[in-house]
């Protein structure tokens, strides 16, 4: 894979962080509001989206971790 692509995979893993976790904080506060409770439906979001996230993290990663082997790290010979 050239080096954008994988510039461009690393900013999606950035992206998709930080809108699993700011999604479930906003929908946890809106929860919060609607119900009328304090904070459990924003602290159960927090968690909720900070697992979305490190699955989704383990997913985009995993094809370079099985591809990758110790000789790897120079240029690819056929």
Do not use: E
């Not at 999604?23 to 697992?51: E, H, N, P």
């Amino acid at each position: 894979m050239p080096w954008w692509g994988v510039a461009l995979r690393l900013t999606g893993l950035g992206w998709w962080v930080g809108v699993s976790i700011a999604g479930g904080v906003f929908a946890g506060v809106y929860l919060d509001a609607w119900i009328g409770t304090k904070v459990a439906f924003t602290v159960i979001g927090i968690v909720l989206g900070t697992i979305v996230a490190f699955y989704g993290v383990y997913r985009m990663v995993k094809p370079f971790l099985i591809g990758a082997s110790s000789n790897d790290f120079g240029p690819r010979q056929k």
